[in-house]
């Protein structure tokens, strides 16, 4: 596959995937906004922790202050990440790459960027936030099913995945970090609202029976087994994903990005609360969250750069130009 | 109660009519029978549903082209016509063999120009027209293209006179687009009117990517294997983006970037994931001018680097070859009809409209005091720009290009305003005459082989004459009808 055909549909559903992100994130503290914050003071000391978490602090909401933050998440288009840019960004990344995509997959992709596009996601929001915003999150659910079941489980396919769950381990490690940067001690709402985010109340319930606590959280996002957003289960498909695509062994690597993804699913498989505890939340964090940058970078060296243009950058430009795709 | 006919307020004007004859009392040609009744019965919510449904279906397929300078809709569909344009199989059987002449002989004129230049020797056309042709390519001098072939994919635009007779306006031979329209809007017909279109025997276009691919392996330089086969295209921001797609999908073959290629030891080859893939073939939608900064325009991002020297060493094969564009320059165009005779001693089966040579004294007075009733066209530009259509101008614009044919009189030519036959079209005030051409895609790898019909486009706006899709022009799906 082409180098730059496998960067595409890695980008794209990596965007695809924040997107949906930012939605279930909008929503969620909307609504917990509804019934703990209701002053612009208060408000804004509820938003900034969320906007810091997800690097989004200088996007200043209009006038009307922290009120109309969910507008501004979902239609800025200088915000790089809002919905309506990550959608854009996706669908410019499919666009390079049609010939990889069924018809179906493109048509759902495309449906929703003309949706936005021509106002009518404009529209919806003045009749409701929430059906607007579960639009989207239905829209990225009908598109990861449409991947799985519309194109070949090849190379491409393994792309997709990686940029899915890259995306997602970040996305679940930023929402975890919340709790973290909120001045006062988590409260039962701010728990919920992370646990929402991931979509893993009910699975959490499951597993701790209403036993609401910060470590009990933090464990399930960090180390569940088999929930599909924990970072270990992200992780581990991953590794799984790279070595789909190289064809060598899992346990033993051929590049970088192997290389540390594996070392990093060994740490995350070996280490419990206590450790966590130990180093910090925020700082085991944010260690992972500069780790999947790395493994982002050092696929985009393995599959897309030549190892002369490896060469010929040094390491800080190389960041750079990863960077750059990253911002696109 | 009889329903309101569609075409009651139908008339031809003073133009030729595809489908009616007459015109104060019409009649539907013979060939156009079946679809005349079946649109005269068509009620005004059948046609909205109808067009609604091809309009969102272009929309969301992305079958979409990009205007250039046009800040509000940089997307956009090509508007697409409900009636189709008919062409029996008898008038089409001559179009095709007078397509297939005309493509001989400029592939002959191509591989003459940059050989021998007997033609040139013989006196038929002026040497200094070819070698200030900016298309004229120095150095494809001496090189032979794989198979002797240069323009393996031609857009030859045929138009009507006020007659009926088909002249040819202008040969495309360099990178034409338009086929995936046709094959789109064929899929969009058979859905639209399945019953119309299955009772009247039309010959399939579906062949084409099957063909073209078939075309660009014959070219491979290595025969022992699968020839890779790539399409390179200038981008996604490029006006025939879609078209690109949309053919390297059909045919399987990858899509290209400049900076998806690279050249080591003059081969060239593709970036992949498992790392380097030798090309041998590129279906090039790229102009001469961007393929490769060290050749021609060092500016370019778009080209790769050292892709010359790999063509000329005979290394990757290139559709269409290089220089090209020396024959579809308009000045060579009006040699044509002489190079057939020249080289294939045969009497040219489809005719020009008439050309005057700005660079000819005799010519360029002509026009100059004639302006107002010629159209005056730049002799390297395509697409509708930098052309004056005399009787639709003003007399700024006549007085302009009066200047630019005295500054530069090689780079103008000027035809007669052809009344362009004119085709019933759903319009704002229900179906009118609108103005048609008709471009055919012509293959050339073993065999010539056309495809059946081609895309017939119209331009919307009444009266005009423009068909091009840049400015305001639509298009219809073509039928060629096997039992007529």
Known sequence: ?328 | MSLPSQFQNYTTGHFFDEMFSGDQQLSARAHYQQIFQRFDRLTASEISDRRQQADSSFLEHGITFTVYGDEGGTERIFPFDLIPRVIPESEWSMVENGLRQRIIAINLFLNDIYHGRKIIKDGIIPEEIVNSSKNYRPEMIGFDPPQGVYAHICGTDLIRDDKGNYLVLEDNARCPSGASYLLENREIMKRAFPQTFGGMAVRPVEAYPDTLLKTLEYLSPRKSQKPVCVLLTPGVYNSAYFEHTFLARQMGIEIVEGKDLIAIDSCIYMRTTRGLVQVDVIYRRLDDDFLDPLMFRKESMLGVSGLMDAYLKGNVALANAVGTGVADDKVTYAYVPEMIKYYLNQDPILANVPTYLCWRDSDRAHVLQNLENLVVKAANESGGYGMLIGNQSTKEEREEFARLIEAHPREYIAQPIVSLSRHPTFCEEGIAGRHVDLRPFILYGEDVEIIPGGLTRVALKKGSLVVNSSQGGGSKDTWVLKDF
């Open chain 1, 1 to 328: 596959m082409l180098s730059r055909v496998a960067d595409n549909l890695y980008w794209m559903s990596r965007y695809i995937e924040r997107a949906d992100g930012m939605a279930r994130m909008i929503q969620v503290h909307q609504s917990q906004a509804l019934e703990y914050a209701q002053n612009d003071q208060q408000l804004e000391e509820f938003w900034q922790p969320v906007l810091q978490s997800i690097c989004a602090e200088s996007v200043h909401p209009a006038e009307q202050g922290f009120r109309k933050i969910g507008k501004t998440l979902l239609f800025s288009s200088s915000f790089a990440n809002s919905i309506f840019s990550s959608i854009s960004i996706a669908r410019e990344n499919a666009r390079m790459v049609r010939d990889q995509l069924s018809e179906e997959l493109w048509l759902e992709l495309n449906n929703i960027y003309l949706f936005f596009h021509n106002g009518d996601a404009d529209q919806l929001y003045k009749q409701g936030s929430d059906l607007l915003l579960d639009r989207i999150t239905r829209f990225s659910l009908v598109f990861q099913g449409l991947a799985d079941a519309t194109i070949p489980h090849s190379e491409g396919w393994r792309f997709l995945s990686l940029g899915k769950y890259l995306e997602r381990a970040d996305q679940t490690s930023r929402m975890l970090d919340t709790l973290n940067l909120r001045t006062k001690e988590p409260t039962r709402a701010d728990l919920m609202s992370v646990l929402r985010c991931c979509i893993a109340l009910s699975a959490f319930r499951q597993q701790f029976r209403g036993n609401l606590s910060l470590k009990n959280v933090a464990n399930f996002l960090l180390f569940s087994e088999d929930f599909p957003r924990s970072i270990r289960f992200c992780i581990r498909a991953i590794d799984h994903s790279l070595h789909a695509i190289s064809g060598v062994p899992t346990g033993t690597f051929s590049n970088e990005a192997e290389r540390l993804t594996g070392s990093t699913l060994a740490m995350v498989n070996f280490t419990d609360w206590n450790q966590v505890v130990a180093k910090g939340l925020h700082q085991t964090l944010d260690e992972l969250q500069t780790t999947l940058i790395e493994i982002g970078q050092r696929v985009f060296e393995t599959y897309v750069l030549l190892p002369s243009e490896i060469k010929s950058l040094g390491e800080r430009s190389s960041a750079q130009l990863a960077q750059a795709q990253q911002q696109q």
